[in-house]
C-alpha cells in the first residue's frame, strides 16, 4: 500500500517515512502543500498522514484542497495544536482523524490501519486465497502449514497480489502500489521481485499461483 506524508520537518518527515517503510509500506514525502497535492493527483495513495503547519500554507488549505480534487483517501492530520477548536477545524477542512504531536509511533500505526479498514472494509487484517494467508498486523504470511520468509518488499508485492485475486496485474500497476515516487520505470525490478516471491510460494510441492500474462503482467490464480 502506498501512503503520501505531507511534513517540512525533516527529521520528522524521516522518522515518519523510515517506520512507514519498516512496517511494509511504500511511502513518498512532500515538504509543502502544493508538492503533495500535485503528487497526490500523480499517483493512487491509499492514505495521506498531512502536517498542519505547512511553508506554503496551512495543512487545512491542503485537505480542502485534495478534497476538492477529488481525492477519496483518507487524510490523518499531525499537529502540535491539541485544542477541541483546532481539532473540529482540521476534521472540517476534510481530515478524517487527527494526532497530536509529539506521538507514539505504535498509535500512528494503528491509527492508520484503523483508517484503512474504516475506508476500505475489503482491507481486512488477514488475507487468504488457495492455501495462502498473510497477517497484516504480525506481518507473517504462510502457505498451507509451512510459514514464508519474506522481505518488507515482497510483502508488500503478496499484499497487492492477495487484494486483487484473479485479476491482471499491470507492471504499471504494481509499481504505483508497491513502489514510491522514486521507482525506475526502465528496470525490471518488479520481475526479479516477482520470481524471487514464486520460488518462496512455490518452495516444494506447492501449485503455481502466481502466472505471467505476455504483453501484460502478473496474475494470482490457482492452476485450472
Given at each position: 500500500?502506498?501512503?503520501?506524508?505531507v511534513?517540512?520537518e525533516s527529521?520528522?518527515?524521516?522518522?515518519?517515512r523510515?517506520?512507514?517503510?519498516?512496517?511494509?509500506y511504500a511511502?513518498?514525502?512532500?515538504e509543502?502543500?502544493?508538492?503533495?497535492?500535485?503528487?497526490?493527483?500523480a499517483?493512487?495513495?491509499?492514505?495521506?498522514?498531512l502536517d498542519?503547519?505547512?511553508?506554503?500554507?496551512?495543512?487545512?488549505?491542503?485537505?480542502?484542497h485534495?478534497?476538492?480534487?477529488?481525492?477519496?483517501?483518507?487524510?490523518?492530520?499531525?499537529?502540535?495544536?491539541?485544542?477541541?477548536?483546532d481539532?473540529?477545524?482540521?476534521?472540517?477542512?476534510?481530515?478524517?482523524?487527527?494526532?497530536?504531536?509529539?506521538?507514539?509511533?505504535?498509535?500512528?500505526?494503528?491509527?492508520?490501519?484503523?483508517?484503512?479498514?474504516?475506508?476500505?472494509?475489503?482491507k481486512?487484517?488477514?488475507?487468504?486465497?488457495?492455501?495462502l494467508?498473510?497477517?497484516?498486523?504480525?506481518?507473517?504470511?504462510?502457505?498451507g502449514?509451512k510459514?514464508?520468509?519474506?522481505?518488507?518488499?515482497?510483502?508488500a508485492?503478496l499484499?497487492y497480489?492477495?487484494?486483487?485475486?484473479n485479476?491482471?496485474?499491470?507492471?504499471?500497476?504494481?509499481s504505483e502500489?508497491?513502489w514510491?515516487?522514486?521507482?525506475?520505470t526502465?528496470?525490471n525490478?518488479?520481475?526479479?521481485?516477482?520470481n524471487?516471491?514464486?520460488?518462496?510460494?512455490?518452495d516444494?510441492?506447492?501449485?503455481?499461483?502466481?502466472?505471467?500474462?505476455?504483453?501484460?503482467?502478473?496474475?494470482?490464480?490457482?492452476?485450472?
Open positions: 500500500m502506498r501512503l503520501l506524508v511534513e517540512d527529521k520528522m518527515s524521516d522518522f515518519i523510515k517506520g512507514l517503510s519498516e512496517a511494509g511511502v513518498d514525502v512532500a509543502t502543500g502544493s508538492a503533495g497535492e500535485s503528487l497526490a493527483a499517483n493512487p495513495y491509499d492514505l495521506v498522514v498542519v503547519m505547512l511553508p506554503d500554507q496551512s495543512g487545512l488549505d491542503t485537505a480542502r485534495l478534497r476538492r480534487d477529488d481525492y477519496n483517501g483518507p487524510i490523518l492530520m499531525l499537529t502540535a495544536l491539541s485544542g477541541t477548536r481539532k473540529v477545524h482540521g476534521l472540517d477542512a476534510g481530515a478524517d482523524d487527527y494526532l497530536t504531536k509529539p506521538f507514539a509511533f505504535e498509535e500512528l500505526l494503528a491509527r492508520i490501519r484503523a483508517l484503512l479498514r474504516r475506508h476500505h472494509p475489503e481486512q487484517s488477514m488475507l487468504r486465497f488457495s492455501n494467508e498473510l497477517d497484516l498486523i504480525t506481518r507473517r504470511g504462510r502457505r502449514s510459514e514464508l520468509t519474506l522481505t518488507q518488499k515482497e510483502f508485492l499484499e497480489f492477495l487484494r486483487n485475486p485479476r491482471p496485474l499491470s507492471r504499471t500497476s504494481i502500489h508497491v514510491d515516487v522514486h521507482f525506475d526502465e528496470s525490478v518488479i520481475d526479479v521481485y516477482v524471487m516471491l514464486r520460488k518462496k510460494l512455490e516444494g510441492s506447492n501449485k503455481k499461483l502466481i502466472h505471467t500474462i505476455v504483453g501484460v503482467g502478473y496474475v494470482l490464480r490457482e492452476e485450472e
